[in-house]
């Protein structure tokens, strides 16, 4: 979270098709980390299981290669082989926590942070990933303690561990790692077939292939995930049914995952980069399985490309939008990306100033180039109720201009159910104009107008916040000077307070001048933001500007 707030008007890791693999030294294959947002995805997030009768293989299909160990993301970063013979497991910016009796028997049901993150990843086992690889290179005191704590999950977690949310939620993550330690004893023990005393773990992961067969999340990256684990086990014990019914979601899931015109449905540009490599993995498991990925997966992740460009502001960074940190966008040769991810020092840019995606996403910029930095950009809010990763951000407005942040949003607090989680889904932690009086309807949010020409863009919204209440918003976004003129109007059948806010970055000091205007600066800095509010209809009374920072009750501009 990173905004402080004004209340009042207006005037004013790498991103191309994964690499199969990356290894270092003997051992296992470790393929290259996704750059995973951070966090995890908690309760409030996950999306009813879809039915697996729904979706049943299209194919049969043959395991002819291999599946590589997909990886520990940075779970493992924090738990050396040190620590892991202690049974000592550290995520996050948590402090290292002893969670076993030092012997690899562990207690499963410890959360000492009450972080729904900190134990589903737990559970997930990634944070054994230097174990694994350490053992798979011959180390035998890291495969001992590797083996001892996951012989001790599938052990003291029976099949379906669904009434523990953390154990179910990353069983696509724990496949893996099974997997991952399977090939590790191959590896550390030189055998191409696995030692009797190590048969508990293919049936482990046929518990976890049923889990997965039984419980598939659905077309967004859970779903992915779960689907290119149980083909994982699939390709890992030549097992056709689960080859061809991951195959079979996959090709149902990449046409909802990233629809016909780029958008992904996670409502979150975090999670839209996300996706675009999720979906660049799919592509080299299956091809290194033996299996045709087909033509669409690429053809939509293409779209991807465009979009994700085009949500690049003009600092680098995407858009904060729905549940995304600050996150830069890296160049992808041969694609938009390359030119936005780079500054405009390379690449091509896209062909569009400014776009429309009726998912609800407006990105524009006054131009490309000559100069990348230079030039202002916005992104706009509208579309379908939130879900999954979104906010309740409709109509809300981000936007930079001559170098600088000048409009943000007020970030991700990450997935502990909390008020500070609470505010920031909620429209108080976004560029809107809020109801406060009345409890928010998640609506749906049209966009009625728009048009663009080579010095102004214009765009209207409409939407029903709250109940006989009704809101407009019309966003004017000129070029050459810099400037953004917004007009909202609300109406209500009762009694109703209606408040503008506008988030600022944390870095910039603001303060009240009149009734009318408000300005914010960072100091030494030669940009000023200037806040002008017009009445309309109406004399301003006093405190028809206010500057909130630090507040806590009720949470605002941090």
Not at 300 to 309: E, K
Request: aromatic share 10%; net charge neutral; with cysteine.
């Amino acid at each position: 979270m990173r905004a402080w707030v004004v209340v009042g008007a207006l005037v004013a890791a790498v991103l191309g098709v994964t690499p199969a693999a990356a290894a270092a030294g003997p051992g296992i294959v470790v393929a290259a980390d996704l750059p995973e947002p951070a966090g995890a995805q908690g309760v409030d997030t996950v999306m009813p299981a879809a039915t697996a009768k729904a979706l049943q293989a299209t194919a049969s299909l043959k395991a002819n290669g291999t599946y590589t160990c997909q990886g520990f993301s940075n779970v493992a970063a924090g738990t050396p082989v040190a620590n892991l013979l202690q049974d000592i497991y550290t995520w996050g910016g948590f402090k290292p926590y002893k969670v076993g009796n030092g012997s690899g028997n562990i207690n499963w049901k410890l959360n000492p942070y009450n972080n729904p993150s900190w134990y589903m990843w737990f559970h997930s086992l990634r944070w054994l990933g230097q174990g694994i690889v350490a053992a798979s290179q011959g180390n035998t005191a890291a495969l001992d303690r590797v083996t001892t704590i996951v012989h001790d999950w599938v052990r003291d977690n029976p099949y379906s561990w669904k009434g523990n949310v953390g154990a179910w939620e990353s069983t696509m993550h724990r496949t893996n790692v099974l997997i991952c330690t399977r090939q590790a004893i191959l590896a550390g023990l030189h055998v191409t077939m696995l030692p009797p005393q190590y048969q508990w773990i293919d049936m482990a992961l046929l518990d976890h292939a049923k889990f997965l067969v039984n419980n598939w999340s659905g077309a967004w990256n859970h779903g992915t995930d779960e689907s290119i684990a149980l083909f994982g086990v699939g390709c890992t014990l030549d097992r056709s049914d689960y080859l061809s019914l991951a195959v079979s979601r996959l090709q149902a899931g990449i046409t909802t995952s990233i629809d016909a015109q780029g958008s992904t449905n996670e409502q979150s540009t975090a999670y839209a980069q996300f996706n675009y490599v999720l979906w660049g993995r799919a592509i080299d498991v299956l091809r290194a399985c033996g299996v045709d990925p087909g033509t669409t997966i690429a053809a939509r992740r293409t779209l991807l490309a465009d979009w994700l460009a085009h949500a690049t502001d003009s600092r680098g960074t995407l858009h904060q939008i729905g549940d995304s940190e600050l996150v830069r966008t890296t160049p992808v040769a041969n694609t938009p990306l390359e030119y936005a991810g780079s500054l405009g020092a390379t690449g091509v840019p896209p062909t569009d100033r400014a776009k429309v995606y009726s998912a609800g996403y407006v990105f524009g910029r006054s131009e490309w180039a000559p100069t990348f930095a230079s030039q202002a950009s916005y992104a706009i809010r509208y579309g379908p109720a939130h879900a999954m990763h979104g906010h309740s951000d409709h109509m809300s407005v981000t936007y930079t201009a001559r170098g600088r942040d000048i409009l943000v949003d007020s970030g991700h607090a990450g997935y502990q159910n909390d008020q500070w989680r609470t505010w920031a889904k909620s429209p108080f932690a976004h560029n809107v104009m809020t109801t406060p009086l009345a409890p928010d309807l998640n609506p749906a949010t049209k966009l009625t107008r728009s048009a663009q020409s080579a010095t102004a863009d214009f765009y209207e919204f409409s939407d029903v916040p709250g109940a006989g209440i009704s809101r407009v918003r019309d966003v004017l976004v000129l070029r050459n000077p810099d400037l953004l003129v917004t007009l909202d109007r609300g109406s209500a059948k009762t009694a109703q307070q209606f408040q503008t806010l506008w988030h600022l970055p944390a870095d910039q000091t603001a303060s009240v001048y009149s009734r009318t205007t408000a300005t914010a600066e960072r100091k030494s800095d030669s940009t000023r933001t200037v806040l002008f509010q017009l009445p309309y209809r109406q004399a301003l009374p006093a405190g028809a500007i206010l500057v909130k920072r630090a507040q806590t009750s009720p949470i605002q501009g941090w």
